[in-house]
């Protein structure tokens, strides 16, 4: 799945990829596109504080974050036991949840992904212990391919 070759490039330096997110200021991100419907956000950023995140879902992708620099904490609960706090954007394929009372807690560095299905509300950019940089792509795979 090309999808899959392109989380793959993006961790291997030398590669087109990995040159493109290694070369991202914080704050930046870029769309590239992919085969049979997926695409990738590619991102650079600083990690937040967890007062400052919130819990989403995605109906029409599967989120594949693949973090290339830098460590950073997500979070995951099952959306069917989450409120709602902003209804679905089908724009932005979201839909923002109420906080989770035990979620998941992933550590996620460098080399690293975490697979997000649409019931899994996720959490994800926080910081670890402090602010920090992070590089990484999310791999946006059509629901169903």
Do not use: C, N
Not at 95 to 118: C, E, N, Q
Not at 132 to 141: D, E, H, I, Q, W
């Amino acid at each position: 799945m090309a999808a899959f070759a392109y989380a793959a490039e993006a961790l291997q330096p030398g590669t087109a990829a990995h040159a493109r997110i290694a070369a991202l200021k914080a704050g930046a991100t870029h769309r590239h596109e992919l085969a049979a419907g997926a695409y990738a956000v590619e991102m650079a950023y600083l990690t937040k504080p967890r007062a400052e995140g919130f819990f989403e879902t995605h109906r029409q992708y599967v989120d594949v974050q693949v973090v290339v620099e830098g460590a950073e904490v997500m979070e995951l609960a099952d959306a069917a036991r989450l409120g709602i706090t902003a209804a679905y954007d089908e724009a932005r394929d979201m839909t923002k949840h109420t906080d989770a009372p035990a979620p998941s807690i992933l550590r996620v560095p460098a080399g690293h992904a975490a697979v997000f299905w649409p019931e899994d509300a996720h959490m994800p950019s926080l910081a670890l212990e402090r602010p920090a940089l992070v590089r990484k792509t999310v791999v946006k795979v059509p629901v169903g391919a």
